[in-house]
Each structure stands twice: as C-alpha cells, then as structure tokens.
C-alpha cells in the first residue's frame, strides 16, 4: 500500500511537472509572438518616419542580441549612437548617389524646426537646392534678415519611397515652403504652429472656398494637417500679402520650377495667374497653410 501511494505520488509530481512544463512553453511562445510584434511596429514606425531608423534599429539589435541585463538603457544608447552617425555623416555622402542632396542652412535658407534634419526630411535634388538658395537670396535681400524657411522635403534614398503623409514627396524634387508673416507691421522669420503646418489662412467671405467644396464631396482628409500643428505658437502673426506674392513671382520666374501648389483664394487674393500654379485637388491636403514647390 505505501509502494502504491509513492508511486501515485510521484507520476502526480510527474505530470504537474510536464504541466508546468507545457504551461511555461506556452507563455514562452506567447512572449515571442508578442515580443515581434512590439519590434515589428516599432521597426515600421521609424521606417516610415525617418526612412534609415528602422534600419539602424534592426542593426542595433543584432548588435546586442546576446545582452542579458540592462538591454533597454544600452540597447537605446546604441541606437541613438549608429542614428547619430548615419545620420550627420553617412547618409549626406550617400544620398548623391541617389540623386538627392541634403540642403544648407545658410544665411538665407532653414528649416522650420530641427525636426526635419533628425529624421532625414531634408533631401533635394541638385536642382530644387539651387532654386531654394537662389529664392532665399532673393527673399533676404529684398527683407533684410528675413529667410526662405522649409517643411518637409524627400528622404536621402530611393525613388518611390514614401514620405508619410505626404502623397508626392518621394522622388527628391519636390518641398514645402513656409509662407512669410509679419507681427504687427514687421516681417517675421516666425511661424504660427510648431511644426509649420496646419494654421490656414482662410479663404474671406468673398472668396471661392475649394477647402468646403472639398470636406463636401467626401474628401475627410483635406484639412488632415490641422491635427499636426503640435501647438500654435504665434497666434498673432498674419499672412503677408506682398511679400508671398512676391515670393511666388519669384518661384514662378524660376526656369527649373515645373508646379507650385497653392488654394485657389490665395492664387485669386494674391493677384497670380501662370501654369506652374496648379490646383492639387481634393485628394491630397489643403495648401493655404504653406507652399508646395516641385522642379523638372
């Protein structure tokens, strides 16, 4: 009897064993799974947003795949080092072999914000960075101080590849210019929002309204940018009527400049009428908030 009882007892301890055994093995496939999926999106995410980061980030954990404590913090330290370095350094020596050329800050040209030099967003052909040094030149020399400010650009790499969200940013030859306004009565290198998107100049009561025509018909997406401004930061700035105008004579002046992209109230307030000034339809997003400029 006491044979039979040990023996029950241990095939019980047996069978728990391989119990927990199974059990551990599922929670175990279950972390995998989800492990890769938390990768996954966070390779896509720096992909879509920086184009090499997902990359760099598939490269860091390689590099650290057999670190065993403290992962996060060196895992990060080492990624943000490689990001770094292709960022500043490789990826400007690279990206001629792809057509495309990272644009000078100069005395006459910048980015909105630091924004669009981490995450690669400041790629241009040879063509369009000529024309933007050229346009800043001309910007600064007729209001003293004042400089040609860009948004999003193109990736450095690959022609096709996507610019999220932008529909047409992908093939180095096309940029968004912010619109000049002035505080008061004097000329501003400031913008109303933080990112340099999403603050509109509205069409006036008199003025054909293609931005309701647009929300209308179904197209939801039209005023899509007024979710990214991340903050109005100088809500007393207003549109400078001579200045854009201006600014967009210049452009249209510019042999390389094939179209320039600009809703139709601004076009009719700001007096222009030529080809390149082309209305960009509804399926894209609304342009009273900046200047969309693509070469030949």
Not at 96 to 106: A, L, V
Not at 136 to 154: F, P, R, T
Not at 240 to 251: A, C, G, I, P
């Amino acid at each position: 009897m006491y044979l039979f009882k040990l023996m029950s007892f241990k095939l019980l301890g047996i069978r728990n064993s391989s119990f927990a055994k199974a059990k551990s093995k599922t929670y175990s496939k279950k972390n995998t799974k989800l492990l890769f999926i938390v990768r996954a999106i966070i390779f896509l995410a720096l992909t879509a947003i920086t184009q090499i980061g997902g990359v760099i980030y598939l490269i860091t954990l390689a590099i650290t795949y057999n670190l065993k404590k403290h992962t996060f913090l060196f895992r990060s330290l080492i990624f943000i080092s490689l990001y770094i370095v292709a960022t500043y350094i490789v990826t400007p020596k690279l990206a001629p072999y792809f057509g495309r050329e990272k644009i000078s800050s100069t005395e006459f040209v910048q980015a909105h914000s630091s924004f669009y030099s981490w995450t690669n967003r400041n790629y241009v052909t040879a063509e369009l960075h000529q024309v933007l040094q050229n346009m800043g030149k001309q910007l600064s020399k007729e209001n003293s101080g004042i400089k040609l400010v860009y948004l999003d650009a193109n990736f450095p790499f690959i022609d096709g590849f996507p610019l999220l969200p932008h529909r047409y940013h992908n093939d180095g030859k096309k940029i968004d210019v912010s619109f000049v306004y002035k505080d008061g009565q004097q000329i501003t290198n400031k913008k109303p929002s933080f990112s340099g998107y999403g603050i509109y100049v509205n069409p006036l009561v008199n003025e054909w309204n293609q931005i309701n025509a647009c929300l209308d018909t179904g197209y939801s997406q039209y005023d899509f940018t007024k979710f990214v401004t991340f903050g109005c930061i100088n809500p007393q700035l207003q549109f400078s009527e001579s200045v854009n105008h201006k600014l967009l004579s210049d452009l249209i002046l510019e042999e390389d400049v094939n179209t320039i992209f600009i809703e139709p109230h601004l076009v009719t307030r700001l007096g222009l009428e030529n080809d390149k000034l082309v209305y960009h339809g509804c399926g894209t997003v609304r342009h009273d908030d900046h200047i969309h400029i693509e070469v030949k």
